[in-house]
């Protein structure tokens, strides 16, 4: 049994590796031309992203493979105009598959930031986002 265990390992490392493919998190400014610019830092309990400053239509995005065991987590922390407002831009257990673009064949989570709140789409197209949080 002992030389079967870190095969057996193994194993599940190099399964556990392709059951989750990877996942891009989009965060886009859709704040209108003449306001300021949109400031936001996001992190999970092992990654921080640092700051980053979005003009409008300015995005910054980043790729993962959720852990195995499905605990994947981030959130992003968003100011502009005076106002600041965190949200969980990502949480495997609850948006795995909200993220799953059937179309495109790929899995990615879109966040789009305005002046009334944040929308949410799986796909960066003109009216399919959805309003998910106020500001």
């Known amino acids: 049994m002992k030389q079967?265990?870190?095969?057996?390992?193994?194993?599940?490392?190099?399964?556990?590796?392709k059951c989750y493919a990877k996942i891009t998190v989009e965060i886009i400014s859709g704040i209108h031309s003449?306001?300021?610019p949109?400031?936001?830092?996001?992190q999970s309990k092992d990654d921080d992203l640092g700051y980053h400053t979005l003009d409008t239509r300015e995005h910054m995005d980043w790729q993962f493979k959720p852990t195995l065991i499905?605990?994947?987590?981030?959130?992003?922390?968003?100011?502009?105009n005076g106002k600041d407002k965190s949200i969980v831009v990502y949480?495997?257990?609850?948006?795995?598959?909200r993220c799953i673009n059937k179309v495109q064949g790929i899995l990615k989570c879109c966040?789009?930031?305005?002046e009334d709140g944040f929308y949410f789409s799986n796909i960066n197209r003109?009216?399919?986002?959805?309003?998910?949080?106020?500001?």
């Open 4 to 17: 079967f265990f870190p095969a057996i390992v193994i194993a599940i490392y190099l399964t556990s590796t």
């Open 34 to 36: 003449h306001a300021e």
């Open 38 to 42: 949109v400031r936001v830092r996001c």
């Open 70 to 80: 499905g605990n994947t987590l981030f959130f992003c922390h968003f100011y502009w």
């Open 91 to 97: 949480d495997n257990k609850k948006m795995y598959g």
């Open 111 to 114: 966040w789009k930031v305005k």
């Open 126 to 135: 003109r009216g399919a986002y959805v309003k998910m949080y106020d500001w």
